[in-house]
């Protein structure tokens, strides 16, 4: 998978050992440190692109292109949101608002992934709180 990965950054202390977590959702807890996404289709601020410890500058992808750990098999053009693991989900819109509501974060753009834990490429574009049902 070879995707220019031309994106929008920001840089934050990490609130937790993130050095396994890299390409995974964050968020930022109360005192604006960069922590890992804990639920299903929260809000989160963007991907985490290095392996901080606690402390150390955690560099979060908030826009443009970036690789995604898999939650599950996805598609091109799936929109995503992060599971309680702050892996990548798919979610589709419903016709009704009578579904879950997640945050979508983006929408891949790389071919079939198969498998939960490989590596995606998606557009991280935060596209706020949609109507959506688990795919």
């Known amino acids: 998978m070879d995707f220019d990965l031309s994106q929008d950054t920001i840089s934050r202390p990490a609130g937790a050992d993130l050095r396994t977590s890299q390409y995974l959702f964050v968020k930022l807890n109360a005192t604006g440190q960069v922590i890992l996404c ?46 309680a693991a702050a892996k990548a989900k798919a979610v589709t819109r419903l016709v009704q608002a009578s579904g879950n509501a997640s945050y979508v974060m983006g929408f891949i753009i790389s071919p ?24």
Do not use: H, W
Request: aromatic fraction near 2%; hydrophobic fraction near 50%; charged fraction near 10%.
């Open 38 to 83: 804990s639920a299903a289709g929260e809000t989160g601020i963007g991907v985490l692109q290095n392996k901080p410890n606690t402390g150390e500058a955690a560099i979060v992808c908030v826009n443009g292109v970036s690789k995604v750990v898999a939650a599950v098999a996805l598609n091109p053009g799936d929109f995503i949101a992060t599971d």
């Open 112 to 135: 079939v992934i198969t498998a939960a834990n490989q590596i995606a490429a998606a557009f991280i574009q935060q596209m706020g709180i949609r109507p959506t049902a688990d795919v």
